[in-house]
């Protein structure tokens, strides 16, 4: 009888061990996904104060990877690009570098095609560009990026649809934006004679130690052309060497 208690007491205390070693390796195996975890982070939202919300998801890609920023609607009326990248990259696996996405979501005067104001009128842009400079320039400037993308898209009125170009005439953001051009079969490198946005945001951060580039979609591209040419862009952005 006695070595039949202890048979049951040994067999109770290898269960109950392996329990709780199953219990202490799953909540390691929590913590450590946690840290290298995307997430979403609101970073303004009062409605009384500003004319919009800016978030970003953080962490996207590879955790250990080097930090490249992608900015996504200063200008609100190009919306289906920025939702085009924000719908893409979270979902990309296998990436080299770890990404932020920072999202500006204008609310007042958002505008509409055709509403005949020029660049410089349209109150909705100048609200993002607001936005921009206010809580997302410091984000970045600040925040160990090799690499900030502003995402765009144009009504065609350039002499390319699907581009991608510097603010300023030199550096790094040249450099790069010009190997994304050669490694992509849509995208050229193309600078229009003015930005609206450029003073607000990518302007001083070329100024201030962060490579920042444009990138501009045609606006009434379908859908799945949109798509095709965003891969192009990640796909490149994320073979960059920095
Ligand atoms: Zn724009």
Same mark, same amino acid.
């Given at each position: ?17 392996? +329990?709780?070693? $199953? ?7 929590? =913590? ?12 303004? /939202? ?7 919300? #800016?978030?970003?998801?953080? /962490? &996207? ?7 490249? !920023? ?23 696996? /296998? ?5 932020? &996405? %920072? ?14 104001? =020029?660049?410089?009128?349209?109150? *909705?842009?100048?609200? *993002?560009?607001?936005? !921009? ?13 090799? @690499?900030?993308?502003? #995402?765009?898209?144009?009504?065609? !009125?350039?002499?390319?649809?699907? +581009? ?6 030199? *550096? ?8 994304? !051009?050669? /490694?992509?079969? =849509?995208?050229?490198? %193309? ?6 946005? *450029?003073? %607000?945001?990518?302007?001083? @951060? ?5 490579? $920042? ?22 796909? $490149? #952005? ?5």
């Amino acid at each position: 009888m006695i070595k039949k208690e202890h048979i049951i007491i040994i067999i109770l205390l290898i269960i109950i061990s392996a +329990f709780s070693l $199953a219990i202490i390796s799953l909540n390691c195996a929590d =913590n450590n996904e946690d840290t290298n975890d995307t997430y979403r982070e609101v970073l303004v /939202n009062d409605s009384n104060e500003t004319s919009g919300t #800016v978030e970003v998801i953080r /962490n &996207i890609g590879n955790p250990n990877g080097k930090r490249i !920023a992608y900015v996504v609607g200063v200008h609100p009326l190009e919306n289906e690009t920025h939702r085009t990248l924000v719908k893409l990259l979270p979902n990309m696996t /296998n990436l080299n570098y770890c990404y932020d &996405i %920072y999202i500006i979501n204008v609310t007042e005067d958002i505008g509409y095609y055709g509403d005949g104001l =020029n660049n410089y009128e349209n109150p *909705g842009r100048q609200n *993002g560009q607001n936005l !921009a400079q206010k809580y997302v320039y410091p984000e970045i400037v600040n925040g160990n990026y090799e @690499l900030a993308i502003d #995402v765009h898209s144009n009504i065609g !009125a350039y002499e390319y649809k699907t +581009f991608v170009f510097s603010p300023v005439k030199e *550096g790094k953001s040249v450099d790069y934006a010009n190997q994304i !051009a050669q /490694n992509c079969e =849509n995208i050229t490198y %193309y600078a229009p004679p003015s930005t609206t946005s *450029g003073p %607000y945001l990518t302007i001083p @951060l070329n100024e201030n130690g962060i490579p $920042a580039f444009y990138f501009e979609e045609y606006s009434f591209a379908p859908q799945d052309v949109k798509d095709e040419h965003m891969l192009e862009l990640i796909n $490149a #952005v994320d073979n960059l060497n920095f």
